[in-house]
């Protein structure tokens, strides 16, 4: 009787358990087990539903270190709350000098699904094995399924030999004169100014723009495109992808030159285009920044950062990732976050927080220690 007993309270203990990792609500800024209990390992990513079935994507992170060692991983769910784990979408390359060789840096992966090719095709930012963060550029990959494998493509630096859609000919001739070599000292109102004129964009014409973090946003058109910090992260670039997402149309424009944004995340509602980004201060959380745009082509206008109340000067902790637009909701766009923890990157949390919008339609970000998508109605 007392064997039956335990085994009954063991089992019910185990249910418990199972139920407390996986619970049917958001749980910001704690650890997100996934269906096996395993921190969820997919930071800098995003989310793509298809075919009734959500995919988050996003960086494996070793435990130790800034490389990465394994891949981009993905995880399937129906209620955006549990996570099962499917295993690495695009792995490293065990061959000795490919462009995504094990040791590389692969960061904030972006899949977006191409009805004309019937193909899934990801973004992300890669940096070379070896080289930090100089490489700067972005590899492509594509796969028949949304949980891959996904083949490799290739890297490069954007929009090689372009100049941005707003430079006329006097702009073009203007950003050629300047020269980074008459700026010994960053900063200084000339060099400014200079960065504005598009000193940077006409240093890096040649052999194309750099490209670190970053996001793709498909517009209802169809149209896809490639939003990444460029210029030394000090200026954002938003490129048109070609019609199989696969390679750039060559138009691009740039945003808040100088700004120093990273982390770019856009999403459209009424109308109107919502970008919201971060500051540059490597893995240590800085206060947000918003745009808004009544075309992707601007003019963008600054606003003030959409995060509230305590501890929204750092963006609650968090580096924006990603705004999801949940369907079968009018409202419901969730801002999804990363907490770095550089010394343990894997262990890195999450933090998705509902997007709420005033009257006028401006939206704005509290903190919330628990909701659920009933919220979002
Ligand atoms: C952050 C960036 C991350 C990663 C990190 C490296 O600013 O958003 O994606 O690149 O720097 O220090």
């Not at 670190?212 to 938003?238: C, P, Q």
């Not at 740039?254 to 971060?278: C, D, H």
């Not at 109340?309 to 801002?335: I, M, S």
Request: a neutral charge; one cysteine or more.
């Amino acid at each position: 009787m007392n064997g039956l007993r335990s085994l009954f309270l063991s089992a019910a203990c185990l249910l418990a358990l199972t139920l407390a990792a996986q619970p049917a609500e958001f749980r910001p800024g704690e650890e997100w087990p996934d269906t096996n209990g395993e921190h969820i390992n997919a930071h800098g990513g995003a989310v793509l539903f298809h075919e009734g079935v959500y995919y988050w994507y996003g960086e494996n992170r070793p435990d130790r270190g800034f490389t990465t060692e394994v891949g981009v991983e993905v995880y399937s769910s129906t209620d955006l709350y549990r996570w099962k784990d499917e295993g690495v979408a695009l792995a490293v390359s065990a061959e000795e000098g490919s462009p995504i060789e094990k040791g590389c840096i692969m960061e904030r992966p972006k899949v977006v699904y191409n009805p004309k090719t019937r193909q899934f095709v990801m973004l992300f930012h890669l940096e070379l094995k070896g080289r930090g963060y100089e490489a700067a550029r972005v590899g492509f990959a594509v796969s028949d399924s949304p949980t891959g494998p996904f083949r490799f493509l290739r890297s490069l630096r954007p929009n090689a030999g372009r100049w941005p859609v707003e430079f006329k000919r006097a702009d073009v001739r203007c950003a050629e004169k300047q020269n980074p070599a008459d700026y010994k000292d960053w900063w200084t109102p000339e060099w400014r100014t200079a960065i504005e004129k598009g000193m940077f964009t006409a240093r890096d014409r040649k052999g194309g723009q750099m490209s670190r973090d970053m996001t793709v946003y498909v517009d209802d058109d169809g149209k896809a495109y490639h939003i990444f910090s460029s210029e030394d992260n000090l200026t954002l670039h938003l490129a048109e992808l070609t019609d199989d997402f696969l390679d750039y149309t060559g138009r691009y424009t740039r945003i808040a030159p100088g700004g120093q944004n990273e982390a770019p995340t856009v999403f459209k509602r009424n109308g109107m285009y919502w970008l919201i980004t971060s500051g540059c201060t490597g893995w240590a959380p800085n206060q947000a920044r918003m745009f808004c745009a009544p075309s992707l082509w601007g003019p963008w206008k600054q606003l003030p950062s959409p995060f509230e109340g305590e501890g929204a000067e750092r963006t609650f902790g968090g580096q924006g990732t990603y705004v999801l637009k949940v369907p079968g909701h009018t409202d419901g766009f969730v801002f999804m976050a990363d907490v770095w923890n550089p010394s343990h990157l894997r262990r890195s949390r999450h933090i998705w927080l509902p997007i709420a919008f005033r009257a006028d339609g401006t939206p704005f970000i509290p903190w919330r220690d628990r909701w659920t998508l009933e919220d979002l109605k």
